[in-house]
């Protein structure tokens, strides 16, 4: 039996607290509470991070324009909890250099961004990853070679992180699991249970089999991202939108096509808003739009104007290297489920990229917890809060657990840093992956294996030792190899093409094809594990396909 079907199976006992939402904050809330002594499930409609949690910027970041909007607390939030993730996730949140050019026609000073450098460094009580440095021209032009120059007075360089946002969400909902807790992907609620007007468990459907189940539970949360007023509203009728969402897009290119060392900060041309070209291996990707958005989340995509943006963006800052539509590798688009502003009796027309990022965390009449807002770096924060919350919701009905321990996630390493070298040497921990994988693979894998699942790699570094089929590469050049299809499945509760191909790995946005020379293997490797017929085998690679084209469809 598959952990997919194990997770199905135990669905259904009734549980201290149900979560609705599979992406970083169901996730996180998961982990918090499963970890205090709390019966947790989580249902998920689709795969784990599928929405908002694997289509951000990447990055674990303070946030320095929002510094600029006096948003000090959020900004204060966001440092401290950038360095509580590089202690408990070292292997997937990485220091990573940003370089803030300033040309003689910038709309701040040099001295001024250098002023609000301090100000960075000083709310983070000076923990940044490393100090930042205030590069003259000639410096910028020795550390960016590719960068425009002309007219620029200087650029700081500041340190922020950089992630894996979906396997940041996968950590969270596997150290949940290891506590205890029950989590079903592909699982829809389709209703609300109710007892005298308060909610007391969902209805789901099995998106895979087409069962349906009954879960109930002391405590609900809703933390469905862009969904959520949407799943608010299945229980009663919704007065005022809680969100704006706001649409945020990428384009990755090949690292040849736009070479960058940094992260470089560049203010568009025409709108002056703030994006970033970022370094990704063998990839730059360059982000992010910021426009409101209203349809469906689940069809979200980047649009040609998305595209030519970004790519406009990318060309007044590296005049040398300007991009063209065929060099764009993949998109992805995202949405940011912003706090909608409450009327202040203006008309009412805030600029996209000025609506807050802070959370709320809101109880209904009908005892619905629904978390809204924040953002990745602050996730931890958040879902602590949501525990809390819901400890003294349960205390209130005297239904809180006699043994219930105090939230420790900020000090308790997520599973594939545990044993991670004090010094965070990553080399150290490929070379332990070679050595465990017995000759069966090469040094770019074990790279990828110690960088994508920490010390975990160690452990697929062994299914390739003990069956030699497992080291095979997916697609060839590449590091992938085929027993990450075995641990997706086995340990990752995969169930689905596209849930490995686009959020266990990352080969949707990394390959030149976008994997779909690994499609067949894939499939296949799956289907021999999950028992599926040939049929299924081929609506699996078609759906993965389907996801392809949605990246493709600004092409036209």
């Known amino acids: 039996m598959s952990k997919s079907t194990e997770m199905w199976d135990r669905l259904g006992a009734d549980v201290d607290l149900l979560i609705i939402g599979g992406g970083i904050n169901g996730c996180g809330i998961a982990r918090d509470a499963s970890s205090r002594g709390l019966t947790v499930a989580l249902v998920e409609m689709n795969d784990f991070a599928y929405g908002t949690s694997s289509r951000s910027s990447k990055l674990v970041h303070g946030g320095l324009r929002y510094l600029e909007q006096y948003e000090f607390s959020l900004v204060f939030e966001a440092v401290s909890e950038r360095r509580i993730l590089l202690d408990i996730a070292p292997h997937i949140v990485n220091p990573l250099g940003f370089l803030f050019p300033v040309y003689t026609t910038s709309k701040h000073k040099l001295w001024f961004i250098e002023a609000g450098m301090w100000l960075y460094e000083g709310l983070s009580l000076f923990r940044s990853p490393r100090r930042h440095k205030k590069l003259k021209p000639k410096q910028v032009a020795e550390e960016e070679p590719t960068l425009n120059i002309d007219n620029i007075t200087g650029a700081p360089l500041y340190y922020d992180c950089s992630t894996n946002d979906a396997r940041l969400t996968l950590e969270n909902a596997m150290d949940a699991v290891g506590h205890g807790a029950t989590l079903s992907t592909w699982t829809k609620v389709v209703g609300f249970v109710k007892d005298a007007g308060r909610v007391r468990g969902v209805k789901v459907v099995n998106q895979i089999t087409g069962e349906t189940k009954e879960v109930r539970a002391r405590a609900i949360v809703n933390a469905t991202g862009p969904w959520t007023d949407r799943t608010i509203s299945m229980s009663k009728e919704l007065k005022r939108s809680l969100l704006r969402p706001t649409k945020g897009v990428h384009i990755v290119v090949a690292r040849h096509k736009l070479p960058v060392n940094n992260a470089v900060v560049c203010v568009h041309p025409t709108d002056k808003r703030v ?157 332990q992956v070679l050595d465990a994988a017995k000759g069966t693979i090469e040094l770019p894998t074990a790279r990828c294996l110690a960088n994508t699942y920490g010390t975990r790699g160690i452990d697929i570094a062994g299914l390739c030792a003990s069956d030699s089929k497992l080291a095979c590469k997916l697609i060839e050049g590449r590091p992938e190899v085929l027993a990450q299809v075995d641990w997706a499945v086995t340990m990752e509760l995969a169930h689905r093409v596209s849930d490995f191909m686009i959020r266990r790995t990352q080969l949707y946005y990394r390959d030149a094809d976008q994997g779909l020379g690994a499609t067949e293997a894939v499939a296949g490797r799956m289907g021999e594990l999950l028992g599926w017929d040939t049929g299924r085998i081929a609506e699996e690679i078609e759906n993965y396909r389907a996801d392809v084209a949605l990246s493709r469809r600004w092409r036209g």
């Open 275 to 431: 994006l970033f070209a970022i370094p990704w291996d063998d990839c730059t990707y360059v982000g992010t739009t910021d426009t409101d958005f209203e349809g469906d989340p689940a069809e979200v995509h980047a649009t040609r104007e998305d595209v030519d943006y970004l790519i406009d963006a990318a060309g007044a800052y590296f005049v040398e290297h300007q991009l063209e539509h065929d060099d764009v590798i993949a998109t992805w688009a995202g949405l940011r489920p912003l706090m909608a502003p409450v009327s202040d009796g203006t008309d009412g027309d805030i600029d996209e990229s000025k609506v807050s990022r802070e959370h709320q965390i809101v109880i209904g009449e009908d005892g619905l917890i629904t978390i809204a807002g924040g953002k990745l770096t602050t996730y931890r924060l958040m879902s602590a809060e949501v525990v809390d919350t819901v400890v003294k919701m349960l205390r209130l009905h005297g239904q809180v657990p006699t043994k219930l321990r105090p939230s420790e996630t900020e000090h308790n390493p997520l599973p594939g840093a545990v044993g991670w070298p004090a010094d965070d040497d990553h080399e150290h921990v490929a070379l």
